[in-house]
């Protein structure tokens, strides 16, 4: 029996309130599923709506990456650190357990990947679509593939996908065929997360 990729549309996500209250957040996965955002998770995806300069929620044994989607340029000051200039589409990593805080004029739009770094790594790449573009999906972890902007078709093994804009694939420990997207135009973001070994 073939792999199956779940397709995920806007209306599939979960919009919930930021862990400390500052803010909203629409979070695209989450495992294990059903998981709280205040309570033990492995690993979440998601996007965040900043309407102005605010500190981040801490989450302590957590590594995350951000990469800002839109808006205002943004940038991150963590206290006792650094302070960083986020550029569109470039992901950024970072220490969950850092006081953190987004200064901006105006508002923005953000990607957020968060793993356990005592069960998981992840890797977050960015990638132009303007013919074909072949992904091979991870045989040991989760490939996760995110439409940040444009349209495309996938196709993977007998399946046949059309995505719009933020629309999503989710596709677990596939040793099939590689996932082939299609289009003229378009930013896809390829997440892999990988379980740590015991």
């Known amino acids: 029996m073939p792999n199956q990729l ?3 549309t806007l209306s599939d996500y979960k919009v919930m309130p930021w862990k ?19 309570e033990p998770f492995q690993w979440r995806l998601s ?9 981040f929620s801490t989450f302590p044994g957590y590594d995350r990456i951000i990469t800002q989607l839109s808006g ?16 569109k589409n470039t ?23 968060m793993v356990n770094r005592d069960h998981f790594r992840a890797e977050l790449d960015v ?15 989760t490939t996760y593939l995110w439409l940040a902007e444009g ?8 399946q046949t996908f059309h995505l719009k ?12 065929d590689p996932v082939v997207i299609v289009s003229h135009s378009a930013t896809l973001f390829q997440i892999t997360l990988e379980p740590l070994q015991r």
């Not at 996007?47 to 500190?55: E, K, M, R």
């Not at 205002?72 to 986020?86: D, K, R, W, Y």
Request: hydrophobic fraction near 30%.
């Open 127 to 141: 990638m132009t679509v303007r013919d074909r573009l072949t992904i091979c999906p991870s045989p040991s972890g």
């Open 6 to 8: 779940i397709h995920q």
């Open 20 to 38: 400390n209250g500052g803010g909203s957040t629409t979070e695209l996965a989450i495992f294990p599923r059903n998981a709280r955002i205040d």
């Open 72 to 87: 205002s340029p943004m940038i991150l000051v963590h206290e006792g650190q650094s302070s960083i200039a986020l550029n």
């Open 91 to 113: 992901p950024y990593p970072f220490r969950g357990e850092w006081q953190t805080e987004g200064r901006l004029e105006g508002r923005a739009q953000d990607f957020n990947v």
């Open 165 to 176: 804009t933020q629309d999503s694939l989710h596709l677990e420990q596939s040793e099939g």
């Open 151 to 158: 349209i495309a078709t996938a196709v993977y093994e007998d």
């Open 47 to 55: 996007l965040a709506q900043l309407d102005g300069s605010g500190p």
